[in-house]
């Protein structure tokens, strides 16, 4: 065996391991592993005997790169190298054998079936293989810097050597064939090209990608540390308040039993893990220490209980630790002289002279003499009585310090631990010192192996004292964070590069094949574009397309454009189904095509809407697109079977002529639909020619929409008042509200004008509000100035009476005012029995036991029910003036006029007469028991009328 290919390929694993080696977080697991397709590239092309290049490339690679190419190893990171060498070689031996007895040089494999396979078996599957030795050995060994746990980093190995195997295992194969073994030379550089573009553009991709989660990672970094920061300021304004706490229990019970400061401390305990011990530590004068050491031998019931350290200043008191908790732990600290040492000594002074919480330096515990930690001394003050003057005053002493212990390793990890933070190295140096007197490693077992990528300082204060914190972050701290996606990333580069290799090989062996799909797949996507997929028309895009072609020629440019809309079709959605509806317009698109002829083209541009464009033999020859009008609505008329049911449609058509009525597409097009609209409002069912004042109608009518929305809620509504008589006495018994709208330009408007559009969008509801308010405030108005005004009439929309919240917000209105409920009259219409007849008889029942006054208005113009009429609760019916008009002239309007009254009187219901123009109309009232009128002959609508007024 030859060993230049072996070594050569050991220097090429090598390399390409180097120059990949910062596509990813971790040290030696890599995204985008390229030596794993130069593995398997080599052994196909060169057989098994060079495979071991591979692992020696890989032996290099994994003792050098984690040291930094310092090659300085130990014995686990040794027998780690050499297992994933072994994993290396494994993988392309199983790789090899693959492709030799399974599916074949990807280069020269045919059949998709083939190229598939190769992805499948020799990219996903024989990677498993080093994935999980590797990731195995190094999680079980050495659990190396950038780990995200072993199944994470099981994927992420075997993803990367997938890519490699992959993408890389074709391109290398076709740079290692040699000249004369490929059979077309331009179409091998260009599959060379291929591979090598798409190796590039992965890899550039994934270097923005990481460049921009660099940054994302580094605002997470500096928000982490901004709660890091807070929590351990917490934990010390925590610690703070607790020793406040034991404080003010002590002076408030005036002194602690051992059993009190153990209850006291261990529910602090419970929630504040940064605390090693407390302890009381009373100030002891050298005259009472024998009593004192008794004392506490008998209530600690520790008769070994002694105080020790004596105070080197022989003036000084004795600070002794009397009680600590937990006592278990803390046993060496009893009977310990705050003041024997003299650092201790020093904060115990200052805390005096102070008054206040003081933090120690950096000591070396009693308690826990290997640890760095520090005391906060809290002074305790008790009153004292003194005789002055021979009075008696109050003074504060001191009477000794609460002390809490801490370690700063128990400091640091609950505050790291509160911050879910891993993979930080944090460091902790006293002010003025240049060394750190404090070093954590989370995460991480080996120091000297970890990689600062991001870094944070800060200055913390503890009670008087400043620690610089130098937090730095490494790859583990990376792998571990929340906003690291590198894992869906790499799938999806790795799921791209098998998509790139089975489209390119797919190419390389079977390009003519190829070729033509992809012609044929133009030409469907062409045909998709420009027609319908439920009818196979021609839609909107062919539409203009064909148009604008038609229109550019003068010899086409003579042109029908009917416009099509079924009658109703939502009706069938709504009911039957969209399927159905499909259904529907698949059948009803297939009769009108057969009545068309060559001229004739059908569209459909969406929904239940098609456009039919027909050529005209010539200019003002129309007689043709009329006849083909009425054949298609004709047709559309006759029953069709659909989903086994036989359905009757109608449809209504706009049509318009080019170019006398539109030269362009959206002109056609609009012109079109505002005569189609014309024909749904003329009935349905029928074709209408586009007219230029259809479109001036459909403009002022949209104007008069906009102007009518800016005036509701505004003073143009205005309220004019028809005064209402009885006929009886003469006198005036009501007064009738009718709206009236104020136009800036152009003045008053009728409400025919406007109260049907009102309906027709909606307005009439706050339009109705308005009115409703302009009423009440009028009948305050004429309350407040001692007028006597009997009830308004107020006219009441249906689509406002059937809110269901109505009644609740007209008492709102009405009870606001202070009015009297009967003072308004609700007048409403026969339309309203026909939409909810259930609901609105409720309504109705509602409003009359509320104390409102009912009326129906119009009364005989609709087609109310008799039987349904004896159940409303009504006080007035009102004879519509189309019946009053002729009195006189016509006898059945009279007949007419004397059934309602006479239905009046039997149900007990006021009748009213309106539009009384004459004194002949009024004496027929009158002589036939009518109970009241209102009309131009008694008074016109005013905006302030004369409420004390007779006929």
Known sequence: MRLAPLFLLAFAYLLTGMLVSHTGLHAQIIPLWIPAGLALAAGIRFGYGVLPGAALGSLIFNLGQPSGWSFAFDAAELAAAVLISGGVLLQAVVGTWLVRHKTGNPLTARGEGRVIRFILLTGFAACMISATIGTLALNLLIQPEGSAGLVQDWL????????????????????????????????????????????????????????????????????????????????????????GKLERQFVQQQGMTAADFREATSAIFANNPSIRAYSWDPIVLPAARQRFETETRLELNRP?????????????????????????????????????????????????????????????????????????????????????????????????FMVGVFTVSRMIDAAIELSHLQGI??????????????????????????????????????????????????????????????????????????????????????????????????????????????????????LENDLENSLANPETSHLALMFIDLDRFKLINDSLGHLTGDHLLVELAARWMQELDETATLYRMGGDEFILLQHLPGKDRHHPAIE???????????????????LQVTASIGLVFSPSQGRDFNSLVRNADTALHQAKASGKNRMEIYQSSQTDATLLNFELEQDLRLAVNTPQILLHYQPQFSLDDQQL??????????????????PDQFIPLAEETQLIIPLGWQVIDLACRQLAEWLEQGEQPQCVAVNISPLQLLQS???????????????????????????????????????????????????????????????????????????????????????????????????????????????????????FLKQHGCDSVQGYLLGRPVAQPVLSRAV
């Open 156 to 243: 992420s190995w075997w993803l990367g050597d997938s890519f490699g195997a992959i993408l890389i295992t074709p391109l290398a194969l076709a740079l290692l064939t040699r000249r004369g073994q490929y059979t077309s030379r331009p179409h091998h550089f260009r599959l060379i090209h291929l591979f090598t573009g798409a190796l590039l553009a992965i890899l550039l991709t994934n270097q923005v990608y990481l460049l921009q989660l660099n940054n994302q990672l580094g605002n997470t970094f500096q928000r982490d540390m901004d709660v890091f920061h807070a929590n351990l300021n917490r934990l010390y304004h925590q610690n703070l308040a607790d020793l």
């Open 425 to 542: 190295r944090v460091e902790l140096t006293e002010s003025g010192q240049a060394q750190p007197f404090y070093t954590r490693m989370q995460g991480m077992a080996d120091n000297s192996r970890f990689t600062s990528l991001l870094s944070h300082s800060f200055d913390f204060d503890f009670a008087q004292q400043i620690w610089h914190f130098q937090i730095s972050a490494g790859p583990t701290y990376l792998a571990l964070s929340p906003g690291n996606n590198v894992l869906p990333f790499q799938s999806l580069l790795v799921l791209f590069s098998a998509l790139v290799t089975a489209v390119i090989l797919g190419m390389h062996n079977r390009e003519t094949t190829l070729a033509h799909r992809v012609s044929e797949q133009t030409r469907n996507l062409a045909f998709q574009a420009q027609h319908d997929p439920l009818t196979g028309l021609p839609n909107r895009m062919k």
């Open 733 to 750: 018994c009501g007064l009738e509200a009718l709206v009236r709208w104020q136009h800036p330009h152009r003045g008053m408007i009728p």
């Open 805 to 923: 919240d109505f009644i609740e917000q007209l008492n709102l209105i009405v009870d606001a005012y202070g009015l009297s409920r009967r003072l308004l009259e609700l007048e409403i219409t026969e339309t309203l029995l026909h939409q909810d007849p259930d609901f609105a008889f409720k309504q109705l029942k509602s409003l009359r036991l509320a104390g409102y006054r009912l009326a129906l208005d119009d009364f005989g113009t609709g087609y109310s029910s008799f039987d349904r009429l004896k159940y409303m609760p009504l006080d007035r019916i009102k004879i519509d003036r189309s019946f009053v008009r002729d009195i006189g002239k016509n006898p059945k309007d009279e007949a007419i006029i004397l059934s309602i009254i006479g239905l009046g009187k039997s149900l007990d219901i006021e009748v009213l007469a309106e539009g009384v123009e004459d004194a002949s109309q009024q004496a």
């Open 628 to 646: 083909m009008a009425e054949k298609l609505l004709k047709s559309t008329c006759r029953p069709l079977q659909v989903d086994g049911m036989q």
């Open 304 to 400: 070994d209980y002694a105080i020790y350290g004596d105070s080197p200043h022989p003036d000084d008191p004795l600070v002794v630790v009397q009680y600590v908790e937990p006592l278990e732990l803390n046993t060496a600290a009893l009977g310990f002289n705050l003041l024997s040492i003299e650092d201790r000594r020093r904060w115990v002074v200052q805390s005096q002279e102070t008054g206040r919480a003081v933090a120690t330096q950096i000591l070396n515990l009693t308690q826990a003499p290997d640890e760095p930690g520090l005391l906060i001394l809290q002074p305790v003050y008790l009153n004292a009585r003194i005789d002055d003057s021979s009075l008696l005053s109050t003074e504060k002493q001191l009477v000794g």
